[in-house]
């Protein structure tokens, strides 16, 4: 699970970020933020089985646990092994933000730098940069589709016309949504621009993440419930992932 700055700092959410493991063969972990490595231990998600290290941006709640991670995927870094994928930001720098991982860290992997729109293949994954409009001008989200599956997360964004052309047609779409009902805020989702999204997209399932302190104190599984209502496909989940 991921969450929002003051989420973070409290931990009233795990900010672990995404493990999704078995897809097109492979284990991959979204955006490690603070306690990715404790959260994997503990829900028995061995990281020196990952196969990828993906980080859509280089806001801390996000990042902070990919190195560590990349360490575990490459054995102590004493093997050749797995991906890292990442914005600009993270992979490179971009004016003020990042770069978020060394070039230490970088040098047993293959390491990808995606942009929106732009698609790449981990073996038989293909990963697609989705649009974002979000504090880092460089973040995207990712789509990640197989022959049989097609999973969306569209990281930090606000909502913008043209974000449900980039997820439509997922199975299951990961959203983050920082605040509850109608309560807008700059770069990033609330619980009604969710809804608009779902509605577009048409998932078989729709997930709620990275909760902000206003969402959490205000009943987060009743605003799951309430999208549901909209006739929205929805799907509550508590954890790191």
């Known amino acids: 699970?991921?969450?929002?700055?003051?989420?973070?700092?409290?931990?009233?959410?795990?900010?672990?970020?995404?493990?999704?493991d078995g897809i097109a063969g492979m284990n991959i972990h979204i955006d490690p933020g603070p306690?990715?490595?404790?959260?994997?231990?503990?829900?028995?998600?061995?990281?020196?089985?990952?196969?990828?290290v993906m980080v859509s941006h280089s806001h801390t709640d996000h990042y902070t646990d990919a190195e560590v991670l990349i360490e575990a995927m490459t054995r102590g870094m004493t093997r050749q092994r797995g991906t890292i994928l990442g914005s600009l930001s993270v992979m490179e720098g971009y004016r003020d933000w990042g770069p978020c991982i060394s070039e230490y860290h970088m040098r047993r992997s293959r390491c990808i730098t995606l942009s929106a729109g732009e698609t790449v293949d981990i073996g038989d994954l293909e990963?697609?940069?989705?649009?974002?409009?979000?504090?880092?001008?460089?973040?995207?989200?990712?789509?990640?589709?197989?022959?049989?599956?097609?999973?969306s997360y569209t990281?930090?964004?606000?909502?913008?016309d043209g974000l449900a052309d980039y997820h439509r047609g997922a199975d299951v779409l990961i959203s983050s949504v920082i605040r509850p009902g109608d309560e807008h805020i700059r770069g990033h989702m609330c619980t009604d621009d969710f809804i608009k999204l779902?509605?577009?997209?048409?998932?078989?399932?729709?997930?709620?993440?990275?909760?902000?302190?206003?969402?959490?104190?205000?009943?987060?599984?009743?605003?799951?419930?309430?999208s549901?209502?909209?006739?929205?496909?929805?799907?509550?989940?508590?954890?790191?992932a």
């Open 228 to 240: 549901r209502r909209q006739r929205v496909s929805g799907h509550w989940q508590r954890g790191m």
């Open 127 to 151: 990963v697609t940069g989705t649009g974002t409009v979000h504090g880092d001008p460089t973040g995207v989200g990712f789509r990640l589709r197989t022959d049989d599956l097609s999973v």
């Open 198 to 226: 779902v509605e577009d997209v048409k998932p078989g399932i729709a997930v709620m993440t990275h909760l902000g302190m206003k969402m959490i104190l205000n009943d987060p599984e009743m605003e799951a419930f309430r």
């Open 35 to 52: 306690g990715a490595l404790v959260r994997s231990y503990q829900f028995d998600s061995d990281p020196r089985k990952l196969d990828a």
């Open 155 to 160: 990281s930090d964004t606000e909502y913008f």
């Open 1 to 20: 699970m991921v969450a929002d700055d003051f989420a973070t700092i409290t931990q009233k959410r795990m900010t672990g970020g995404l493990r999704i």
